[in-house]
């Protein structure tokens, strides 16, 4: 069964960088949606940006456009989150997610967070002041 693992978050001061790492075991995604979303206590997970696998312009929620930047490395099969001018507002849980689909972006840009079958334990991620 794939799994995902999510690696690289930790405490950092605003204005600052962290990049986020999802690993892929125990298999691997031919075409696929693939995302990373965030969670605070008492809140709905967010969805930050998600790709498709066969490429396309990925997708970024408001908030993080221009500071955040995801990607992939297909011989790895690893995604990343790169996190720039990070904010306290930014300060959650980072999970990744994935869910084997055709299609390309703009079909994953109509999944529900529920339809995304694959999901890390999370990461997480605290920008201080």
């Known amino acids: 069964q794939v799994q995902l693992a999510e690696s690289g978050g930790g405490s950092v001061q605003a204005g600052g960088s962290l990049r986020l790492s999802c690993a892929t075991s125990?298999?691997?995604?031919?075409?696929?949606?693939m995302g990373w979303f965030r969670q605070t206590p008492g809140k709905e997970r967010e969805r930050v940006a998600i790709?498709?696998?066969?490429?396309?312009?990925?997708f970024y929620v408001d908030s993080v456009k221009g500071r955040f930047t995801i990607s992939r490395d297909s011989v790895a099969d690893t995604m990343y989150l790169q996190m720039n001018s990070l904010k306290p507002e930014d300060t959650a849980m980072y999970y990744c997610?994935?869910?084997?689909?055709?299609?390309?972006?703009?079909?994953?840009?109509?999944?529900?967070?529920?339809?995304?079958?694959?999901w890390g334990q999370g990461t997480q991620v605290t920008v201080l002041l």
């Open positions: 997610a994935a869910q084997p689909a055709w299609g390309d972006i703009s079909f994953c840009r109509t999944f529900s967070n529920s339809r995304f079958g694959h």
């Open positions: 125990g298999g691997t995604y031919g075409r696929a949606c």
């Open positions: 790709i498709h696998t066969g490429g396309g312009d990925p």
